[in-house]
């Protein structure tokens, strides 16, 4: 059985960090590209951050390029996204998404609010 959950999520203030954590199980871990999207009240989900199956590519949106790291570790089965200085206006519910080949695995999603 197919599981992606995400930890991490909770209350920060704004210009505050948080890492998140996303768990994996149930398929090959290591051979899929894996991302962390958000989805804000209101808004369409969007990609925020990419790491390719050896992590050997990253890839940002760029509105969070240079505050945002994503990370894996394959020993594990976990993909992390640490997030600094955090804005209001990034509060939403962070997806983790598994993907490889034909397959699209999604975890339920953990909410952060940014708010003092």
């Known amino acids: 059985q197919v599981q992606l959950v995400e930890s991490g999520g909770g209350l920060v203030q704004p210009g505050g960090s948080l890492r998140l954590s996303c768990a994996a199980s149930?398929?090959?871990?290591?051979?899929?590209?894996m991302n962390w999207y958000r989805q804000a009240p209101g808004k369409e989900r969007e990609l925020v951050a990419t790491?390719?199956?050896?992590?050997?590519?990253?890839n940002y949106a760029d509105s969070v390029k240079g505050r945002f790291t994503i990370a894996r570790d394959n020993a594990k089965n976990t993909v992390y996204l640490q997030r600094e200085s955090l804005k209001p206006e990034e509060t939403a519910v962070y997806f983790c998404n598994a993907r490889g080949g034909a397959m699209d695995y999604w975890g339920k999603g953990t909410l952060v609010t940014v708010s003092s």
């Open positions: 149930g398929f090959s871990f290591s051979r899929y590209v």
């Open positions: 790491i390719t199956s050896t992590a050997g590519c990253l």
